[in-house]
């Protein structure tokens, strides 16, 4: 089963790696990772997407936690969040179809944000099932390339139910 | 007035760091990345600096310093070839959970990535082989940084750190500051048990009928080693131990049943497959100890204290895990269970067990054998020595006849399985050690693998045994041709290629003795050992195909167990 992994780690030179290697050596999946900055500049966040039985999982969120740089290690699988994902696909056009993916790129909700005489470049955002059927979509008309970011993903807030509580806590 | 900071050399603080955490002894070797450390160092008093004569030998000297003394060890070494022959054993640290601490020079920082002369990633290369690792940009981070190593080196579940120096920083200055306490939101290591699980553990102890512990090195790294002895003796508890558990309760108790697992005794695996209640304190349940894991104590509920979270569940599911030190932990288990449950029975079946099967070798055909010359070993030092094996056949049966009576006395390669590993940790074990005779065992083979350290041993005058089980071969390897791989002694033959290990001791300088005869090895051990100005060799040219019994083959059962070799008459 795929789970979702979001991991703070201590923004420093190294952290990155150490993690990917704690993956490599371990043989651990990664289907897709991705890291940015957080709210605090000395804090980053990991999204790290894997795959497996709830043994190997349960493996790699305490192989996770036991790097030293690890501050945080919150598995959002079954939990309630927002996922997303945002892809640049570069798409041959010809004369008679331009407009076709044009209204391919609006259903998705996407830009065109690039465009020459052979090709024309798409961004769409959305959870990875969404940037799945939008490549599902576009592949026969010839994807000349693609970049995806890898999933980044946050936990849903919790709705307080007035004001004065979320002002006291 | 606000008190100024003195302004210190990056070498000044490197050796102010070691002497504010206490450090004693560094294993090194200089090189052009690190001369500046040597340079200070010349001037250095509160520290011995031990010269090895290569890196490895090192790493396995602040191993075995550091498994010796429960102190971290300290390796200095310098750049590319330097650091990269610490390899070997940060990774043997790494797997026996050793707290030691390799600092690595490296070429200055405007030039890592360009190939530089003696350059290597030796944080890149050894990042999965280390608990954690620094590179030291900045002359500024170098007191935190070199605080945070020890501290990370030697909390928790130990394990080695690595320090890269580039040359620049070292030769930088800047205000000093050492600090007070570490501060590390991402390793806050479990100390305490959880009490609801203490309590519900000492409820499954106190109704068990055939309870059983079963010991790892995480009782001796925690110190626990009073507590568990407190706690078997006083309720009759058997007690099997895993190689590096070995010493943690003494082997000469009633209550001790020897090592578990492939070559592990007869009695302590049954026990382990028919016991109701298994209590592991500090183990791992290790392929070597578990053999099929499917089969592994089936009937039993599995009670696991471990203070690495990650050692729950990865190899066998237990029914109840305590996270946390083991000292703490059999303490507050000793306080809940007041009166001693009832084990006669299970005691007596344990009984049988060692009757059925006990540890046996051919004594009277005038050969001489290892078994033998370990059982005069362990008559002669009373089990009161610290015994430094190396890896292959040696070390199990070192492992099932000498009687460790005490924590920190059994010192081996038992994750990684190096080999060259005895000689260079019983160095380090001798820095640490000067009340106790300190031993080193290898075979043939393993001897020849870190050879270079006995002039380490000569010239410090350390009264070493080294011990040369000599059976011209491969000896396990061996025994696995001839067990599972048809007979094809494929390169573990070394009767024609081996030195005279005499002459070899003699030229190191040290006192050297070699007997093929049952009937020298006592009068050999009273001579030796009368010597202690220096370390002596000891070669014993033993019986050439013995093999280690029982054993269970890897990934079998105990029903698959091999007590002794086969006779080709009983095969048919």
New interface residues.
């Given amino acids: 089963m795929k789970h979702t992994i979001s991991v703070l780690v201590e923004n420093q030179f190294g952290t990155f790696n150490r993690v990917v290697t704690m993956f490599s050596s371990k043989g651990f999946n990664v289907n897709s990772l991705s890291i940015g900055e957080t709210e605090t500049s000395e804090i980053s966040r990991m999204t790290i997407v894997t795959e497996g039985e709830d043994k190997i999982i349960e493996q790699v969120v305490k192989q996770l936690n036991r790097l030293i740089d690890t501050i945080k290690v919150i598995d959002l699988t079954g939990q309630s969040r927002v996922e997303r994902e945002l892809a640049l696909i570069s798409v041959y056009y010809q004369k008679g179809n331009r407009a076709e993916i044009t209204n391919v790129c609006s259903i998705f909700r996407g830009n065109i944000v690039d465009i020459n005489n052979k090709t024309l470049t798409l961004e769409i955002t959305g959870p990875p099932d969404k940037i799945d059927a939008a490549v599902n979509v576009l592949e026969p008309y010839g994807i000349k390339e693609m970049a995806r970011s890898g999933t980044v993903a946050l936990k849903r807030g919790e709705q307080l139910s007035s004001k004065k509580e979320s002002l006291t806590t | 007035m606000k008190e100024q900071k003195p302004i210190l050399s990056g070498a000044e603080i490197f050796f102010e760091c070691l002497r504010r955490e206490k450090v004693e002894i560094v294993f090194g070797y200089p090189g052009g990345a690190v001369l500046k450390l040597y340079e200070k160092l010349y001037d250095v008093d509160f520290l011995k600096h031990i010269l090895v004569r290569h890196e490895q030998g090192a790493t396995h000297m602040a191993e075995g310093y550091a498994k010796a003394s429960g102190k971290t060890g300290v390796v200095l070494v310098t750049s590319g070839p330097g650091a990269t022959n610490t390899v070997t054993g940060i990774a043997d640290a790494y797997m026996d959970s050793v707290p030691i601490v390799v600092f690595t020079g490296q070429v200055p920082t405007h030039l890592i990535g360009n190939d530089a002369f003696q350059e290597a990633d030796i ?2 290369i050894t ?2 082989i280390t ?3 620094f ?1 030291v ?1 900045n002359i500024d981070e170098l007191a935190s940084t070199i605080k945070k190593a020890f501290y ?1 080196a030697s909390t928790g579940r130990p394990g080695p750190v690595l320090v890269d120096l580039p040359k620049d920083v070292i030769n930088s200055v800047c205000e000093f500051e050492y600090p007070e306490k570490v501060e ?4 806050k290591p479990t100390l305490l048990g959880h009490q609801n699980q203490i309590k519900k553990a000492a409820d499954i102890i106190k109704n068990a009928k055939r309870l059983l512990f079963y010991v790892g090195g995480g009782v001796i790294m925690s110190g626990g080693h009073r507590e568990l002895k407190l706690l078997a003796k006083e309720n009759n508890i058997p007690v099997t131990m895993t190689l590096q558990g070995l010493g943690a309760f003494p082997m000469n108790e009633p209550q001790s049943l020897g090592m578990l697992g492939m070559h592990g005794t007869y009695w302590a695996n049954q026990a382990v497959n028919n016991c109701d209640v298994l209590v592991s304190l500090g183990a791992r349940f290790d392929d070597r100890v578990t053999g099929k894991v499917d089969a592994f104590a089936t009937n039993a509920y599995k009670i696991h204290v471990d203070i ?3 050692c ?3 190899n066998v ?1 237990v029914d109840l895990p305590i996270v946390g030190d083991v000292k703490h932990i059999l303490a507050e288990l000793a306080a809940e269970i007041t009166s001693p449950p009832d084990f006669d029975d299970w005691w007596s079946q344990i009984q049988k067990w060692k009757e059925e099967c006990p540890l046996h070798y051919e004594k009277h055909d005038g050969k001489l054998r290892t078994e033998y010359v370990l059982d005069c070993l362990n008559e002669f030092t009373k089990g009161e020595a610290v015994i430094v094996t190396d890896v292959g056949q040696h070390q199990m049966w070192t492992a099932q006849y000498y009687k460790f009576n005490h924590p920190r006395s059994h010192i081996t390669s038992g994750g990684l399985g190096t080999m060259g590993f005895s000689v260079p940790a019983s160095i380090g074990a001798a820095f640490a050690i000067k009340d106790r005779p300190v031993i080193s065992i290898s075979g043939d083979g393993g001897f020849q693998m870190n050879i270079q350290e006995l002039v380490t041993a000569v010239y410090n005058k350390l009264p070493i045994k080294f011990i040369i089980i000599n059976n011209s071969f491969l000896g396990m390897v061996r025994q696995w041709q001839e067990l599972f791989h048809a007979e094809k002694y494929s390169f573990t033959d070394l009767g024609d290629s081996n030195p005279d290990f005499c002459k070899l001791g003699e030229a190191f300088g040290m006192k050297s003795f070699s007997t093929n005869k049952p009937e020298d090895v006592n009068p050999i051990f009273e001579e030796a050992f009368s010597i202690n100005d220096g370390p002596v060799l000891i070669e014993f040219k033993v019986e050439k195909e013995d093999m280690v019994f029982p054993i269970i083959p890897s990934g079998a059962t105990l029903k698959e167990m091999m007590t002794k070799r086969l006779d080709p008459k009983e095969m048919v």
């Fill in positions: 944080v890149g990042r999965p608990k954690h690792s590179l940009r990370i590390l939101r991402g390793y690495d979270p990650t729950i569940d990865k599911v």
